[in-house]
C-alpha cells in the first residue's frame, strides 16, 4: 500500500539559509501533520492541515511556514535556519471522518544546519 | 498541560515477553497510541486504542489501557531480535476538523538479547 512520501529525505543547508520539505500523503487522506524531532527526543506537532486549510498549530517558530496545496501535498517551508532546526522532520496523514485516528508517518526528512 | 512519560530502556531476551509501560496525565485523550522506530527510520504506527477501551490484541501485541490510573501498556509475545527499536507512547487530543494532535512520550528502546 501507499505509504506517506517525503522528499527530501536528508538536507544539508547553512545558517540563515532557507529550506522546504515537501510531503505527499497517502491518497485519499485530506489532513496532514508535521512534526519534528530533534537527535534523541520525542517528536514535537508542529502544525496541522484539513482540506487545504490549518486546522491545529502546535510549537512551529515563526521561521517556519506551511501549507497544503490543492492536490493535498504540503510544504514546510523553514527561513533564517539556525543550527538548533537540525532534526528529523516528520510527515504524516491520516483520513477524516470514522477513521481520522489512524495517523502514517513519513520515512522523515533529516535536516542539518551547518 | 500533558505529558506522556515512559521508561527509558528494556532489554529482554529473544523469546521473552516485552512490556513497555506508560503513563499519561491528559484525561481528556480521546484515543492512546504505539509506535515503533527503528535507527534511522520513520514512525510505524502499531497500533492503538480507544480511551473507553482497556484491551486490545492484535497477533504478538496486548495493548492494556487503565484509564483510572492514566496507565498503559504494550506487551509484545515471543519477541524477536527483529522487535529491537524504540517504542513511542502518545495520547491524542482532537483538534479541529477532526485532525489529532498526537504527543509523545521520550520512548522506550527495546534490546533483545540473542
Known amino acids: 500500500a501507499a505509504g506517506v512520501i517525503q522528499s527530501p529525505r536528508h538536507l544539508i543547508k547553512e545558517k540563515r539559509e532557507t529550506a522546504t520539505l515537501k510531503c505527499y500523503p497517502i491518497p485519499r487522506h485530506d489532513t496532514v501533520y508535521w512534526y519534528q524531532q530533534g537527535p534523541g527526543q520525542d517528536p514535537q506537532f508542529l502544525i496541522s492541515f484539513y482540506e487545504k486549510m490549518q486546522s491545529d498549530k502546535g510549537s512551529i517558530p515563526d521561521r517556519f511556514s506551511a501549507q497544503q496545496f490543492s492536490d493535498y501535498h504540503s510544504e514546510l517551508n523553514m527561513s533564517s535556519l539556525e543550527l538548533g532546526d537540525s532534526a528529523l522532520y516528520f510527515c504524516a496523514s491520516s483520513l477524516s471522518g470514522q477513521n481520522s485516528n489512524t495517523i502514517y508517518f513519513g520515512e522523515g526528512s533529516w535536516l542539518t544546519v551547518v | 498541560g500533558e505529558d506522556v512519560e515512559q521508561s527509558l530502556f528494556l532489554s529482554v531476551r529473544e523469546g521473552d515477553s516485552s512490556v513497555i509501560n506508560c503513563t499519561y496525565t491528559?484525561?481528556?485523550?480521546?484515543?492512546l497510541y504505539w509506535y515503533k522506530q527503528e535507527p534511522g527510520a520513520g514512525l510505524q504506527l502499531l497500533t492503538y486504542i480507544f480511551s473507553n477501551m482497556d484491551m486490545k490484541q492484535d497477533q504478538r501485541l496486548t495493548v492494556l489501557l487503565n484509564k483510572k490510573d492514566k496507565h498503559l501498556s504494550l506487551r509484545i509475545a515471543d519477541t524477536q531480535t527483529g522487535d529491537s527499536a524504540v517504542y513511542f507512547c502518545?495520547?491524542?487530543?482532537?483538534?479541529?476538523?477532526?485532525?489529532?494532535?498526537?504527543?509523545f512520550g521520550k520512548g522506550t528502546k527495546l534490546s533483545v538479547i540473542p
Open positions: 491528559d484525561s481528556s485523550s480521546t484515543y
Open positions: 502518545a495520547e491524542s487530543r482532537g483538534g479541529e476538523a477532526g485532525s489529532y494532535q498526537l504527543t
